[in-house]
């Protein structure tokens, strides 16, 4: 594209939730701006009540193709999918209509940047009842991506400034979550954190990569995943040249990534890198009198560039301008960041 500033596309999420509210708030940041040309994928309708429900000064301008976006701030672009009826939309309401349109603006951002339409994807949050209601089996964004890009290697990444996880599984539950934990995954994953980190501009990344069980099995005693999975994988990855280390204790492992050691870290299943990661972007917003959540989540693995915001719709606060725009403003700032070396497949 003839302009340096990269072309986000910005899914506005569920429209029963607090993503549209969230993504009018972002583009209140004037600075995002001189750094990128966003663009929401969603109902114009929705927007423009969204804008209606946060107070903000802007106009709405419903676009039928990105080339006739003007990206300018203070008027809003928004590729216009027409697929929500404002008179049956409920906010904090779980509904087929609302999980269609949410489902719907995934699959337009995925295809617009599969044609080198955009340059990044940035998702606002979605409810996976809402989804499987509107009939789209998926349990979640990720399986969403990985479908369309037709994508069979790929994890999900947290990050909070410099704390960063990886996963080596997801949504599943935690029996096979144990059952997953083999060498050429742990394996797969240690390479795509190694990329992620040096398409974010770290030349050298330190990865630490956690253990399954207590103590990292405490030398076969608590069980023997770390002896014949985990370590074979960190010792083929430190042969190939990256700069890997364990299996550690996952008791220790984050308080030393969050202390410096490691660029990122390599998490076993789902809650093993997702709670210390939501516990480190808690923050207390003095203006506010609230918490606010600040984590993004990034699909490695892709050819294509997609950060999330690290939240749920919140439907209890869909509607009534509570929601902090934090986490989608961090999301936006990371895409940018990816977009600006695409040198490197994520």
């Given at each position: 594209?003839?302009?340096?500033?990269?072309?986000?596309?910005?899914?506005?999420?569920?429209?029963?939730?607090?993503?549209?509210?969230?993504?009018?708030?972002?583009?209140?940041?004037?600075?995002?701006?001189?750094?990128c040309r966003p663009v929401i994928i969603g109902d114009a309708g929705v927007i423009k009540d969204a804008v209606r429900i946060t107070g903000l000064p802007f106009t709405v301008n419903a676009a039928e193709r990105v080339d006739v976006a003007g990206f300018q701030y203070g008027c809003i672009d928004v590729y216009d999918l027409e697929n929500v009826d404002m008179k049956k939309l409920e906010y904090g309401k779980v509904s087929a209509?609302?999980?269609?349109?949410?489902?719907?603006?995934?699959?337009?951002?995925?295809?617009?940047?599969?044609?080198?339409?955009?340059?990044?994807?940035?998702?606002?949050?979605?409810n996976k009842e809402a989804i499987n209601l509107a009939g789209h089996h998926y349990s979640g964004h990720t399986e969403i991506y990985a479908h369309f890009t037709d994508t069979r290697d790929y994890t999900m990444m947290l990050a909070d400034n410099d704390l960063r996880v990886v996963h080596v599984s997801t949504h599943v539950s935690l029996r096979e979550a144990c059952d997953r934990v083999k060498k050429d995954r742990v394996l797969k994953v240690i390479k795509l954190a190694s990329d992620a980190c040096r398409r974010m501009g770290i030349g050298e990344p330190r990865i630490g990569v956690a253990g399954l069980n207590p103590h990292a099995g405490e030398n076969g005693l608590f069980g023997r995943e770390e002896i014949d999975e985990i370590a074979p994988a960190v010792r083929?990855?430190?042969?190939?040249?990256?700069?890997?280390?364990?299996?550690?204790?996952?008791?220790?492992i984050f308080s030393k990534a969050k202390g410096g050691w490691y660029d990122i870290v390599v998490a076993m299943y789902h809650d093993q890198g997702h709670i210390p990661?939501?516990?480190?972007?808690?923050?207390?917003?003095?203006?506010?009198?609230?918490?606010?959540?600040?984590?993004?989540?990034?699909?490695?693995?892709?050819?294509?560039?997609?950060t999330s915001v690290d939240h749920g719709t919140a439907f209890d606060k869909a509607g009534l301008n509570e929601a902090s725009e934090a986490s989608l403003v961090s999301s936006m700032e990371y895409a940018v960041r990816l977009a600006e070396n695409r040198n490197i497949r994520l």
């Open positions: 594209m003839s302009e340096s500033r990269p072309v986000l596309g910005i899914t506005m999420g569920d429209p029963a939730g607090v993503g549209p509210e969230i993504a009018v708030k972002a583009l209140g940041h004037k600075e995002l701006y001189d750094i209509m609302a999980g269609n349109a949410a489902f719907e603006a995934v699959r337009k951002v995925i295809g617009l940047a599969m044609d080198r339409e955009i340059d990044a994807t940035v998702t606002g949050p979605i083929e990855a430190v042969a190939s040249g990256i700069n890997a280390e364990g299996p550690l204790p996952p008791d220790s990661l939501k516990l480190s972007g808690l923050r207390w917003n003095e203006e506010t009198g609230r918490w606010n959540t600040n984590g993004v989540n990034i699909t490695l693995g892709l050819p294509i560039i997609r």
